[in-house]
């Protein structure tokens, strides 16, 4: 290719009835039924536009780099539009063998307690607008955001990791066993 031949990227991302979407300094604002969300493009080298019922996304240059940056940019709008229509589940399964564990939701953190016998409770955060319900043996996290609903279930799982003892052994804790693309009761 010669320097005469310039490519830049350029895509039409279509937006849903449902769904609201508008651009201010770079920052891109979604909402749907589910909720509403926004994520910035301040630091991700693309140019973003509304333009009507559709998102325009252009690469600011014509390297491979740029096209990974851009491709990637494509995959969080459509995560981001996904996510207010449908949602996301995460489910996990609490894994015991001699203490049972509870798990207890209270204003926006989440009690693990009883963890391997110990008297305080390990506490992690819920991100964004997640809901977490734990329903017996299993703990559901759904949200209209997959990057809170994942860092929620990822900060749950690394809380009650078995520290200082064989981990094939000692296998108690809350495990990822299902991601759904919707939200599921």
């Not at 860092?151 to 990822?176: C, E, I, P, S």
């Given at each position: 290719?010669?320097?005469?031949?310039?490519?830049i990227h350029e895509v039409t991302i279509p937006v849903p009835d449902v769904v609201k979407a508008s651009v201010s300094h770079?920052?891109?604002?979604?909402?749907?039924?589910?909720?509403?969300?926004?994520?910035?493009?301040?630091?991700?080298?693309?140019?973003?536009?509304?333009?009507?019922?559709?998102?325009?996304?252009?690469?600011?240059?014509?390297?491979?780099?740029?096209?990974?940056?851009?491709?990637?940019?494509?995959?969080?709008?459509?995560?981001?539009?996904?996510?207010?229509?449908?949602?996301?589940?995460?489910?996990?399964?609490?894994?015991?063998?001699?203490?049972?564990?509870?798990?207890?939701?209270?204003?926006?953190?989440?009690?693990?307690?009883?963890?391997?016998?110990?008297?305080?409770?390990?506490?992690?955060?819920?991100?964004?607008?997640?809901?977490?319900?734990?329903?017996g043996d299993d703990v559901i996290i759904t949200g209209p955001v997959l990057t809170d609903v994942s860092q929620t279930a990822?900060?749950?799982?690394?809380?009650?990791?078995?520290?200082?003892?064989?981990?094939?052994?000692?296998?108690?804790?809350?495990?990822?066993?299902?991601?759904?693309?919707?939200?599921?009761?």
């Amino acid at each position: 290719m010669s320097t005469k031949q310039v490519e830049i990227h350029e895509v039409t991302i279509p937006v849903p009835d449902v769904v609201k979407a508008s651009v201010s300094h770079k920052i891109l604002y979604v909402q749907g039924p589910l909720g509403k969300t926004r994520k910035t493009f301040k630091k991700i080298p693309v140019d973003l536009a509304v333009d009507g019922k559709n998102i325009v996304l252009k690469s600011l240059g014509d390297r491979k780099r740029d096209y990974a940056i851009f491709k990637t940019a494509e995959s969080i709008i459509n995560t981001l539009i996904k996510g207010v229509q449908t949602g996301y589940t995460f489910k996990m399964k609490i894994v015991y063998a001699h203490f049972p564990i509870t798990v207890k939701v209270k204003d926006s953190f989440i009690h693990v307690e009883n963890f391997q016998g110990e008297r305080a409770a390990r506490v992690s955060r819920i991100f964004g607008d997640s809901k977490v319900v734990p329903k017996g043996d299993d703990v559901i996290i759904t949200g209209p955001v997959l990057t809170d609903v994942s860092q929620t279930a990822g900060a749950l799982q690394q809380n009650t990791k078995v520290k200082n003892k064989d981990h094939r052994v000692f296998l108690d804790g809350l495990y990822l066993f299902e991601k759904l693309d919707k939200i599921e009761k």
